[in-house]
């Protein structure tokens, strides 16, 4: 199994309202990233739309397409073509059921996983008006090592992250559409750090720039080592970053911590009786 990767992370606005426009420039951030030598891009939360969860509105289930559609079939195609492998966040259309969803499209164009947002928000913005929530968190087999997908509102919980570590993800990849609500802009590079640090993983997280129904996206995407060093970090505007990644350094940290020798699950189950 290879052991080294070239990540890159897409960060940019989407055109409110525009969908195929939206679609259209992902496909050209991906096609650039693998002319660049990339392996693997992470595109952000719902991709191709603006963040309409910020409001009640029916006529946004409009937004939803299935595995299917013509719309995943192109990136399929691309990934196939370019030899790239995608994450690719968007709003899904299962029968009569709809989720956030992430899709893991390996190099050959096959559909290799699939990830739907377990922790659904229901604060700032109604998420819940569209979104049915998952039911585990899985972790797929790839050709450099195991990854594992959370999305924005899943990183609060660093219980999900624990669990997909404890499943042998090497990478976690956090997709986002994340504002600057509840201070989350200044805890951000913490936050993911300690994500990676704690679980002795790769952490690379998303997020979106522009503003949005007077929104503000604060970008900040970014990739973290396993020793907590952040090896790329976007700003506040439009740009891919590209890290490698060397997943050896995963069972070196995790050794050097002996964090899952000295794990006590049993100590743990009163978080699920407390109320």
């Known amino acids: 199994m290879v052991k080294k990767v070239r990540v890159a992370v897409a960060q940019y606005a989407v055109e409110i309202g525009k969908q195929a426009a939206n679609e259209e420039k992902a496909l050209e951030i991906t096609r650039q990233a693998a002319r660049n030598g990339t392996d693997i891009i992470l595109l952000p939360e719902l991709f191709a739309t603006e963040y309409f ?11 939803a397409v299935a595995e299917d559609s013509q719309t995943i079939a192109r990136f399929c195609g691309i990934a196939k073509e370019q030899q790239t492998a995608i994450l690719l966040p968007y709003f899904e259309k299962a029968g009569s059921r709809y989720y956030n969803t992430m899709l893991y499209i390996d190099r050959s164009g096959a559909i290799a996983g699939r990830y739907r947002k377990v922790h659904i928000p229901a604060v700032r913005s109604i998420e819940k008006f569209y979104f049915r929530p998952g039911y585990d968190f899985p972790v797929f087999e790839t050709e450099w090592g195991k990854f594992g997908c959370l999305i924005c509102q899943d990183r609060l919980f660093p219980e999900a992250a624990r669990v997909l570590a404890l ?4 990478v976690l ?3 986002n559409a994340a504002g600057n609500y509840a201070n989350f802009s200044a805890i951000w590079e913490a936050q993911h750090v300690m994500r990676a640090y704690e679980n002795g993983c790769f952490v690379v997280t998303s997020n979106r720039v522009g503003t949005e129904n007077d929104v503000k996206f604060f970008g900040k995407s970014l990739v973290a080592a396993p020793n907590g060093e952040i090896l790329q970090a976007a700003g506040d505007r439009e740009e891919t970053i590209v890290a490698d990644l060397d997943l050896a350094q995963v069972e070196e940290m995790r050794n050097l911590l002996h964090m899952y020798r000295d ?10 009786s407390l109320e």
């Open 263 to 272: 794990y006590r699950p049993e100590m743990y189950q009163q978080i699920c």
């Open 167 to 170: 499943k042998g993800a090497d």
């Open 173 to 175: 990849f956090i997709a």
């Open 53 to 63: 969860p910020a409001g009640r509105n029916p006529e946004h289930f409009s937004y």
